[in-house]
């Protein structure tokens, strides 16, 4: 009888030391797995595409080949580019646009890499008061378009400079820019303005040609830097205020640039609060694609589109 006594009160020890050290386990699980979500990175809103430009000293130098760009991108990380038109008007000007498409379109597949846009330049101003100068303008952006289209790509952005004042060239723009939308909408492309000098970098402005074009494919590519309205050979004689900006601009947003020039010794921009403007991005509910377009001259091409691409990753966990 004492010996099953003895038994049954080591047994009842053993039953509850093991209690405690089940629970013992699972509280330490529970804390281990409650470190390890606090450590985990938050998941970015957005994705990230490189814009051409980065790279456009390389390529007007002849040191890159701007059918490379698709290779240079996807070796530096990247699964989604911006083109540039102005960076292919020797290649257009010789073999014409279809070709520059074609090879374009190749070594996009070749390289596993999305197109998403067109930045166009140079192919005349879409807000001007002249009828003529208008359809010359119109007539070499619907070649764009269609390039657009073929290469896959939702969208090209374009400039809407004009001469006058401010309601004039406001008035005239959504001129331009409804006939232009309409043409797209008919290939199922969007037309983006950008805030790209004069009065385009003003977002009051830029805002109200949108409200009034009221087209579901014309749309805004805010710039997190070109709100300089006026230049002056020494900087920037008129500069409207980039946050306020880009917060005007972005309920029309279909892409976005993350403009960048320098950074500190922390990796921030110099100029530019990534924080601030990426939540500005984020509290418009956008979730595309933000295009990486480094302007800088201290450090190498490659070097400020990657500290970019760190920067924008970084930021992106601190915003709310």
Same mark, same amino acid.
């Given at each position: 009888?004492?010996?099953?006594?003895?038994?049954?009160?080591?047994?009842?020890?053993?039953?509850?030391?093991?209690?405690?050290?089940?629970?013992?386990?699972?509280?330490?699980?529970?804390?281990?797995?409650?470190?390890?979500?606090?450590?985990?990175?938050?998941?970015?809103?957005?994705?990230?595409?490189?814009?051409?430009?980065?790279?456009?000293?390389?390529?007007?130098?002849?040191?890159?080949?701007?059918?490379?760009?698709?290779?240079?991108?996807?070796?530096?990380?990247?699964?989604?580019?911006?083109?540039?038109?102005?960076?292919?008007?020797?290649?257009?000007?010789?073999?014409?646009?279809?070709?520059?498409?074609?090879? =374009? *379109? +190749?070594?996009? /597949? #070749? %390289?596993?890499?999305?197109?998403?846009?067109?930045?166009?330049? $140079?192919?005349?101003?879409?807000?001007?008061?002249?009828?003529?100068? =208008? *359809? +010359?303008?119109? /007539? #070499? %952006?619907?070649?764009?378009?269609?390039?657009?289209?073929?290469? $896959?790509?939702?969208?090209?952005?374009?400039?809407?400079?004009?001469?006058?004042?401010?309601?004039?060239?406001?008035?005239?723009?959504?001129?331009?820019?409804?006939?232009?939308?309409?043409?797209?909408?008919?290939?199922?492309?969007?037309?983006?303005?950008?805030?790209?000098?004069?009065?385009?970098?003003?977002?009051?402005?830029?805002?109200?040609?949108?409200?009034?074009?009221?087209?579901?494919?014309?749309?805004?590519?805010?710039?997190?830097?070109?709100?300089?309205?006026?230049?002056?050979?020494?900087?920037?004689?008129?500069?409207?205020?980039?946050?306020?900006?880009?917060?005007?601009?972005?309920?029309?947003?279909?892409?976005?640039?993350?403009?960048?020039?320098?950074?500190?010794?922390?990796?921030?921009?110099?100029?530019?609060?990534?924080?601030?403007?990426?939540?500005?991005?984020?509290?418009?509910?956008?979730?595309?694609?933000?295009?990486?377009?480094?302007?800088?001259?201290?450090?190498?091409?490659?070097?400020?589109?990657?500290?970019?691409?760190?920067?924008?990753?970084?930021?992106?966990?601190?915003?709310?």
């Amino acid at each position: 009888m004492y010996i099953k006594k003895i038994i049954y009160n080591i047994t009842r020890v053993i039953i509850v030391m093991s209690v405690l050290v089940f629970l013992a386990c699972k509280k330490s699980k529970k804390e281990t797995d409650t470190a390890i979500n606090k450590n985990v990175e938050k998941p970015m809103f957005f994705k990230i595409s490189l814009a051409q430009w980065s790279l456009n000293k390389k390529i007007r130098s002849g040191e890159m080949n701007p059918f490379d760009f698709a290779k240079e991108a996807k070796g530096l990380g990247f699964e989604a580019i911006e083109y540039v038109s102005g960076l292919y008007k020797k290649e257009v000007n010789e073999v014409g646009i279809d070709e520059v498409v074609e090879k =374009l *379109k +190749s070594e996009s /597949e #070749k %390289h596993g890499v999305k197109n998403l846009l067109i930045m166009i330049d $140079g192919e005349g101003n879409l807000a001007t008061s002249d009828e003529n100068e =208008l *359809k +010359s303008a119109l /007539e #070499k %952006h619907k070649k764009w378009v269609d390039a657009a289209k073929a290469l $896959g790509c939702h969208s090209i952005r374009v400039n809407a400079h004009g001469e006058g004042t401010y309601n004039e060239v406001l008035n005239q723009a959504v001129v331009g820019l409804t006939k232009l939308s309409e043409y797209a909408q008919t290939k199922g492309i969007n037309i983006l303005v950008e805030n790209h000098g004069g009065f385009t970098s003003n977002g009051q402005w830029l805002s109200s040609v949108m409200a009034k074009v009221n087209m579901p494919n014309c749309g805004t590519l805010p710039d997190f830097g070109n709100f300089c309205i006026k230049r002056k050979k020494d900087g920037c004689e008129d500069e409207y205020d980039k946050y306020k900006g880009v917060k005007e601009l972005m309920p029309y947003a279909k892409a976005v640039s993350a403009k960048s020039y320098d950074f500190d010794e922390h990796g921030n921009e110099t100029v530019i609060d990534y924080v601030r403007i990426l939540q500005t991005v984020k509290d418009a509910g956008y979730s595309g694609y933000i295009g990486i377009e480094y302007e800088g001259s201290r450090l190498e091409e490659k070097e400020g589109i990657i500290a970019t691409k760190k920067l924008l990753e970084k930021a992106s966990g601190e915003i709310k």
